[in-house]
């Protein structure tokens, strides 16, 4: 099955990280022997994906230099940069369309997703759907909980009010068509959980559950947990008794 391209938000201000990411983009913090986005992409290159768009903002020309053109991870990487201001999630998505294809995946910059893409996209592919969320039931344990999830659906997404019926979380893969995005602000400054929540409301959001835990790098536990996790990869162990 040939996937389709695959979007990257890197440009956050990683504010949570403020100490580390002065000076250094977060996709390009070391871990396990390397920067963050390496991990990344050698696990989407592993997984058949063989175009990837990385949005830049915050430090992006340096991860530019890191990652080139990258042939060196197997995959044709390009480029989508915020500009003189952050466009925020959506924002930079939106700016991004002309460059992916009617179907994209998403990935959060700071996420690393024992997940199965080509069952993902399997399963979107075969909807007339213009979005999906993957969920992982996380019971508050790794993050506070902010989808009620149903059978295929998501039925309520919100991440400043959560409720006791929220028991799943929006585990950072998503896919989208293109026209999720038409109705961005002109401003063209949008967050993400906005366009998912329009896409709940008109009933046009999946969900797909992962079974494994995410790993994230946007918060010092985090990141903690993520080098622990990717040394543990890197030396062989069985890393997956905490999932």
């Known amino acids: 099955m040939n996937l389709p391209p695959l979007a ?7 504010t949570r990280l403020q100490a580390e990411t002065e000076r250094t983009p977060k996709s390009l913090l070391q871990v396990a022997g390397k920067p963050f986005i390496d991990h ?29 053109d990258g042939r060196a991870f197997g995959l044709s990487v390009e480029y989508s940069r915020d500009g003189e201001r952050l ?35 399997g399963f979107f592919r075969s909807t007339g759907k213009l979005g999906l969320m993957t969920v992982h039931e996380n019971q508050n344990r790794w993050d506070r909980s902010n989808v009620v999830y149903r059978v295929g659906h998501i039925i309520r997404y919100d991440k400043q009010n959560p409720d006791p019926e929220m028991t799943y979380i929006d585990y950072g893969l998503s896919l989208f068509r293109r026209e999720a995005f038409a109705d961005t ?59």
């Open 8 to 14: 990257i938000l890197a440009g956050g201000l990683a």
């Open 40 to 68: 990344q992409l050698e696990q989407l290159a592993g997984q058949g994906v063989e175009r990837v768009l990385v949005c830049t903002g915050h430090l992006g020309e340096a991860i530019e230099r890191h990652v080139g």
């Open 87 to 121: 466009l925020g999630t959506a924002g930079a998505l939106h700016k991004a369309l002309p460059r992916l294809d009617d179907i994209f995946f998403v990935l959060y910059g700071d996420s690393y997703l024992d997940v199965n893409l080509a069952e993902v996209y």
């Open 185 to 243: 602000p002109e401003s063209g400054v949008e967050d993400l959980s906005e366009v998912f929540r329009r896409l709940v409301a008109r009933g046009e959001l999946l969900g797909y559950p992962a079974a494994r835990r995410f790993y994230e790098i946007g918060s010092p536990q985090g990141l903690a947990e993520t080098r622990a996790y990717l040394e543990g990869l890197r030396e062989g162990g069985d890393t997956h008794g905490n999932g």
